[in-house]
Structures are given as C-alpha cells and as structure tokens.
C-alpha cells in the first residue's frame, strides 16, 4: 500500500512538471509570435518611403479625380477603383481600350476609394470597381457595382451618350 502512495505522487508530481512545462511552452510561443507580428509591423511602415522612392506606387493615385477621355463631353462616368481589386486591374484594361475606341464620347473621372472616399461613400457603394454613369444634359445618374465588359461598357456609352453609330 505504501509502494502505491508513493508511486502515484511520484506520478502526479511528473504530470505537473509535464502541465507547468507545456503551459511555459505556450506562454513563450504566444509572446514569440505578438513580438514577430509587432516587428513585422515596424518594418513595413518603415518600407513605405523606399517603396515610393523606387516609384512602386503608381503616384497617379494620389489625384483626385483622374480624369481621361473628353471632358466637354455630354457623358460623364465616374469610376471607382482599389489598387487592392483584382477585377480592378481587368477593368482597367477595359477602360483603356474604351477610351481609344470610343474616348470621345465621355469624360471619365477615376477615384480611388482609399484615396478618395468622399465621394465613394456619397454614392453608398460597399464594391469596387463600381461606376457612376451621368448624362448632364438630362441630369439623369446610373449606378453600376462590379466589372463591366467591354461590349457592355460599349453598350453603355453608345446608349447614353447616343454618339455611336452603327
């Protein structure tokens, strides 16, 4: 009976040594991982001006709006981008080729949403790439959320702006 005291603190004692090292191997691994994150943190904040000084921002961005295409024209097309969008980046490619095909027509105006979210926020969107479509001399706005093709921004332009010919 006394062999099997002893051996059962004996027990107890290993699985509180084993208890008491695991939850120190935790505490180490919790304080090791917040103090990787924080200087992680520091670093890229501090990688922001070496970024912009090797002209790895598009500095473009920075303007409020940027504009491109007619600006006399009838039709204004706001757009509003992210450079964190991935259907931003299509849709730019869309809005290039329409400004060459049909640049005339319209007066596009681009807003980043970061850079400039008054006027993101003005029209209650939540996505991006999202477009605002204006026909000044009828006063009439058309807003569109999410990537637009180009046979439907072409479609869109013609029918607004009423300049295409078939």
Do not use: W
Not at 55 to 64: H, S, T
Not at 155 to 160: A, K, N
């Amino acid at each position: 009976m006394a062999i099997a005291i002893h051996s059962n603190k004996r027990a107890e004692r290993a699985q509180k040594g084993i208890q008491k090292k695991t939850q120190r191997h935790a505490r180490l691994k919790l304080f090791f991982t917040i103090a990787a994150s924080i200087a992680l943190l520091f670093f890229l904040l501090n990688m922001r001006p070496i970024v912009n000084a090797l002209g790895l921002v598009d500095k473009e961005r920075y303007n409020c709006p940027r504009a491109a295409g007619n600006e006399s024209a009838n039709l204004e097309i706001k757009y509003f981008d992210s450079a964190f969008c991935l259907y931003c980046i299509l849709e730019e490619s869309v809005l290039q080729t329409m400004i060459e095909k049909r640049g005339s027509l319209f007066a596009l105006h681009k807003y980043d949403t970061y850079r400039c979210p008054g006027e993101f926020k003005k029209y209650d969107f939540v996505a991006v790439p999202s477009f605002v479509f204006i026909v000044n001399n009828e006063s009439r706005e058309y807003k569109i959320q999410g990537y637009i093709n180009e046979a439907k921004f072409e479609e869109i332009v013609c029918g607004l702006s009423g300049g295409c010919i078939a």
